[in-house]
């Protein structure tokens, strides 16, 4: 190849340009998200670090120097002492039966509004999906009257109702999403080999789902987990009261809780979000892009 001038350019060098450029995106990319990386870590760092020190080094030296001890151990043993492990527990049933028991009703609703063509199904789906319309701080007093009026308020029972209901809305929507993209083929061959709507639904329509229903259980339990609002106002007993309200009890002027007891708290707090989140981690994308079809 010549140039204007009558030089020869090798053919490649075109291509050449083009991958330089491209390494060099790359490497800026990369130093970019490294230094994003350090700035996200850092914080996390000096908590960690914090969590190993005891009550006296905490107190007397800085939050960025090294830990002298090992007493991590000991600040999780008092932070669970402290009342930490009954609201554990408590969040993690009401999370996974909350999140369990919406996204199942959620299902059905989606379903019958969808797959069944119930009369005027648009209608039935705002009606449900109206329950985000507004602030949940505008709840609070009718649902306290509610529940201290039938014996709901400070049980068990009571918080997994709520929590069931709160969740319905956003897990119909999801999963109304995903019914209108499935073809209706498998539904019509289903029908030809005798099958009900009620075996359509547990045999062919809720195993197609799994993706979508794992991304609501992510999003719906960590909601349901990091619950602060709620918790305090429906509960007030040690075996009802969720892990939040359990953690901000913690941090009272009369709690008598240390700052590495606390640190070691947070710590506990936020391991099952974590976990549950690198265990879905694989249907995260897959779950969102499906159910995204039909919108």
Known sequence: ??????????????????????RTRMVAGGVLGGIICVFWLLPLLLVFMNAFKDKREYNMGESWQLPQGFHLWENLQN?????????????????????????????????GIVRLKLPRGLWWFLLIYSGTIFPFQVYLIPLFKAYTSFGLYDTWVGMVLFYIAICIPFCTFVMRGFFISMPWDFQEAARLDGCNDWMIFWKIMLPLTRAPMLVLLLFQFTWIWNDLLFGLVLSKSDN??????????MQGLYAGSDGPTLIA?????????????????????????????GD
């Open 1 to 22: 190849m010549t140039t204007a001038s009558g030089g020869f350019t090798p053919p490649n060098a075109g291509k050449s340009a083009r991958a330089r450029k491209e």
């Open 79 to 111: 932070a669970w002492g402290q009342g930490l492990g009954s609201g554990f527990f408590n969040s993690l049933s009401y999370g996974l039966v909350g999140s369990a028991g919406a996204i199942l009703l959620a299902s059905l609703a989606a379903f």
């Open 240 to 249: 009802v009261r969720p892990i939040m309200p359990t953690l901000a009890g």
């Open 265 to 293: 708290a947070v710590m506990i707090a936020s391991l099952p979000t974590l976990l549950l989140f690198l265990l879905l981690r694989p249907y995260f994308m897959q779950g969102l892009r499906l159910s995204s079809v």
